[in-house]
């Protein structure tokens, strides 16, 4: 690994992202990343945040036209409530915070003492739980279904409302149509390694593939010998189809998990879209890339989210953070 | 590895560019990637390519402000001459043609017969080669030294300069320029493995890394065990620095192989800052993530390029690609 010691990794981390990014004001300290000219009058903040080594997800989506301030975590554990809340200070115009939560236990009982904390405080705070991952239910670390790739697009979406000045029931409406409308699903072709272990976290051997994966190496449904890229494309998008058959164009994110190399993501792309195709549904828009990885992991995960003319304008307006950028 | 076939890798990812980004124009067949409105009238159009494997490298930077077209070749092999030719015709606005050629045997002669061809057919073409990578002269693909990072910054800055307009020798000065103020130096962790050969492609045992790594895993300087970011940090800017001792401003490139974490790409960041503060080396900008990679090689590479207030005003100018996109 390329690091100095496994107990200062997500200091260093942030202390990197400071460097790369002036438009982003980074508490090493504090493991807070804000935007820069946060708080920003009028308007609704988004605050995030879970786990280090999913990276870029939740840092590098903060910026206008998304996320207001992200909380780092140790890696593969959940920031405490006290990052959140201080972010949710850091951030809030007096138009309320929306928090994006995860659902990972951890995450989501720190996210609730973090909101009682800004309350207190006299903050207005709503939450949007991500659930997408129709892989399996009740896993190592959750209760209910994992969050996992719709995270970007909640984060997005629910973004941009905020950024055209909607209160904050609208905004949190809009980040709850927007997970209740997405599915995911991922597979993973290798373990990941986290610094703190050093070896990898789970045993896959070479030849094999864990479908349904989660984010964090946690089990799926079940281990097969290595299939195609087109046979993993008509698994994934069908086990998504079979949960929620789409009733509108959809947006696609086809999301690699660390360490599968560009050139295969997109011709794993290529084989997600023929499936759609297959099945009659229609795409909207695609996004390809490692947008919420899990170290690395080699493998991939699509997810797919509904949409309506609203969430499509959404969708294309501006954005500018270190991961996601058009329109300024 | 998340593929079909070996032999059909190359094609799968054009088919799932072309389903990701309707602003480019992907020629399967042919394997051009082409940016839609090109050519662009009185605009000097770019043209680079090599062998796949690199990804986003090269296909990920067409468009406005930067490539006009790419060529991409089987993994880690050049493209041959008829791609180059084909696609200079295809962006030529009549301002001619620069050919951006990253310095391997292979693709050198291969661009050069593709200048001919092109010159041939009454296209003016210009050429620049990059060979910015310190760690040897004369590797295993390589007469002289590697094209590697720089790269990068050739296509962004000569890009913005042939976008303004400016005419062919001017933007090939400028490639130049930017070409020998820039120096690399990579490191491996892993090895890689290419789909054909589908074993890794040299051996790296577990907690040793290669420095001076090339892109394609070619041989480095040595091998040695297993030393911390900081001190790889200061080796590989030492290393450049020993070669180049900056008269100015630095654009820093801190670009990943493929599999490292961008959690541990940011915690190098730090320590790379941290080697140049000490040496007294001004940054002007930092680019952080994954862009001239070598599939799933775990690792990193950094690049700095000597910057001037042309340089800059060029590199800061918008851009609009799958890859890097600012300004619009």
């Known amino acids: 690994m390329l690091i100095n010691v496994p107990e200062t990794v997500v200091a260093d981390a942030l202390r990197g992202m400071a460097a790369a990014y002036p438009d982003l004001t980074v508490d090493v300290e504090n493991r807070v990343i804000v935007r820069r000219d946060a708080p920003v009058a009028g308007q609704v903040a988004l605050v995030s ?11 590098g989506f903060v910026g206008p036209g998304m996320l207001s301030a992200a909380c780092p975590g140790e890696v593969f554990t959940s920031p405490v409530p006290d990052q959140m809340a201080r972010a949710a200070a850091a951030v809030d115009s007096g138009a309320g915070v929306l928090f994006i939560v995860k659902n990972y236990t951890g995450d989501v009982l720190n996210f609730d003492m973090a909101a009682e904390l800004a309350e207190d405080e006299g903050i207005q705070v709503a939450k949007v739980l991500v659930n997408d991952d129709v ?23 629910a973004g941009a409302a905020a950024a055209e000045g909607q ?7 809009i980040g709850r149509q927007v997970n209740e409308g997405s599915r995911s699903f991922g597979v993973a072709l290798s373990a990941c390694t986290t610094p703190a272990k050093g070896t990898p976290t789970f045993e896959l051997p070479d030849g094999e593939l864990e479908l349904g994966i989660g984010i964090h190496g946690e089990p799926g449904r079940e281990r097969r010998p290595m299939m195609t890229s087109g046979e993993i494309a008509d698994f994934a998008v069908n086990a998504i189809l079979e949960d929620m058959p789409p009733r509108s164009p959809v947006l696609v994110l086809v999301n690699g998990m660390g360490a599968t190399p560009l050139l295969e993501l997109f011709g794993f792309n290529a084989e997600v879209q023929r499936v759609l195709r297959e ?4 795409v909207a828009r695609t996004l390809v890339g490692n947008y919420v990885t899990s170290l690395d992991m080699a493998g991939a995960s699509v997810t797919l989210c509904q949409t309506d003319e609203e969430l499509l304008r959404l969708w294309d307006a501006p954005v500018k953070t270190p991961a996601l ?4």
């Open 135 to 157: 892989a399996v239910t009740d896993s190592l670390y959750t209760a209910g279904r994992r969050g996992t790739g719709a995270t970007l697009f909640v984060e997005k979406i």
């Open 325 to 328: 950028r058009w329109g300024m």
């Open 167 to 173: 209160p904050l029931e609208r905004v949190e409406a």
């Open 279 to 282: 099945r009659g549904v229609a």
């Open 49 to 59: 945040g879970g786990g280090s080594g999913h990276e870029p997800l939740h840092g």
